[in-house]
């Protein structure tokens, strides 16, 4: 295929990709108006299963099974990383020296520190009532966790981070998520439907039938992948060096 | 008043978009980039959308923005060890 040809394809296909995105858009619904059948729905559902939040009853309840294919591609990534950023043969470790921080900065880091972990774990626990769940609180909750090496040094953060313990807990994580599915495969209706567990008082804790599990499952998933992920970026970016003389 | 707050929202995503793509220092794209995600979560938050402003709080203006910087520092470190050798 010649540039021509090419260029004729290219110009051809994202021009009918542009009418239709423009034709699509003229029949959208105007900006803030007052009809939303797909909310109006998402709410009566939520309600009837005595979710508060529902978003999270969309994520956890309704659309169970798209959240169990998100987690996978976060899973699948911390994966790719994992072995993509590994040390290889012709690199070493190099023990980094311990820092001078600047007082200020070490008082702020380790104030914040424990405000920021409860923050986040108070995020994931209310995950069914207000807005937040597993994968807004997982990730404040794990990156809160690296305060330590601002406010301390790299070993400070090791000791408080063994890498593999969280590689265990997010594979745990993820297959928690589908074991909750198979339970309610077999002791209700289909996979992933919350018809199992009793749905409890309104805008309780326990309250939403599987939709507490669930969205326990997704915050350990989610703050072990991230932890996880950053261990891989920090030793790549602090420990691991390249031979010399290569 | 709301629209007010809307078209405010959605100017200052819009300013600190074209500015991360205006700025070419790594380094500094970063922290752009951080200040976009704050601008997207306050946006996301005047259009009754929390779920979704925490996501970019925590994602947006945290997680990316450190991901970049630490892989700066290690291509840096690299070019530094390079230079040294030479």
């Given at each position: 295929m010649n540039r021509r040809t090419r260029l004729w394809l290219v110009a051809a296909g994202g021009g009918g990709l542009a009418v239709l995105l423009v034709a699509a858009c003229l029949e959208l619904?105007?900006?803030g108006g007052a009809s939303h059948p797909y909310g109006d729905r998402a709410v009566r559902a939520s309600l009837s299963r005595h979710t508060a939040n529902t978003i999270a009853s969309v994520n956890f309840?309704?659309?169970?099974?798209?959240?169990?294919?998100?987690?996978?591609?976060?899973?699948?990534?911390?994966?790719?990383?994992?072995?993509?950023?590994?040390?290889?043969?012709?690199?070493?470790?190099?023990?980094?020296?311990?820092?001078?921080?600047?007082p200020p900065v070490r008082r702020y880091a380790l104030v914040v520190l424990p405000v920021a972990l409860l923050t986040g774990l108070y995020v994931i626990a209310h995950?069914?009532?207000?807005?937040?769940?597993?994968?807004?609180?997982?990730?404040?909750?794990?990156?809160?966790?690296?305060?330590?090496?601002?406010?301390?040094?790299y070993r400070a953060l090791e000791r408080i981070r063994p890498?593999?313990?969280?590689?265990?807990?997010?594979?745990?994580?993820?297959?928690?998520?589908?074991?909750?599915?198979?339970?309610?495969?077999?002791g209700g209706t289909a996979f992933l439907a919350n018809t199992v567990l009793p749905y409890g008082t309104f805008n309780t804790l326990s309250s939403g039938g599987t939709v507490?599990?669930?969205?326990?499952?997704?915050g350990m998933e989610v703050a072990c992948a991230v932890v996880v992920l950053l261990a891989r970026f920090l030793d790549q970016a602090v420990e691991i060096e390249e031979e010399s003389g290569k | 008043m709301a629209d007010a707050v809307i078209?405010?929202?959605?100017?200052?995503?819009?300013?600190?978009?074209?500015?991360?793509?205006a700025v070419r220092d790594p380094v500094r794209q970063a922290l752009v980039l951080a200040v976009l995600g704050v601008a997207l979560a306050v946006l996301f938050t005047v259009?009754?959308?929390?779920?979704?402003?925490?996501?970019?709080?925590?994602?947006?203006?945290?997680?990316?923005?450190l991901l970049l910087l630490l892989t700066v520092r290690k291509v840096k470190r690299r070019g530094q060890r390079k230079g040294r050798e030479q």
């Open positions: 619904p105007a900006f309840d309704q659309r169970a099974y798209d959240t169990l294919g998100e987690m996978t591609i976060l899973f699948a990534a911390v994966l790719g990383c994992v072995v993509l950023l590994r040390q290889t043969r012709d690199e070493h470790r190099a023990r980094p020296e311990p820092e001078e921080v600047a995950g069914q009532l207000s807005p937040g769940g597993g994968f807004q609180g997982g990730v404040v909750a794990a990156t809160a966790l690296h305060l330590l090496y601002l406010g301390a040094d890498v593999g313990r969280y590689e265990v807990g997010d594979a745990v994580a993820a297959s928690a998520y589908v074991i909750t599915g198979l339970a309610c495969l077999i507490p599990l669930l969205n326990a499952a997704i | 078209v405010v929202a959605l100017l200052l995503v819009a300013g600190s978009a074209t500015a991360a793509v259009l009754q959308a929390p779920d979704v402003a925490l996501s970019q709080l925590a994602v947006g203006s945290v997680l990316t923005p």
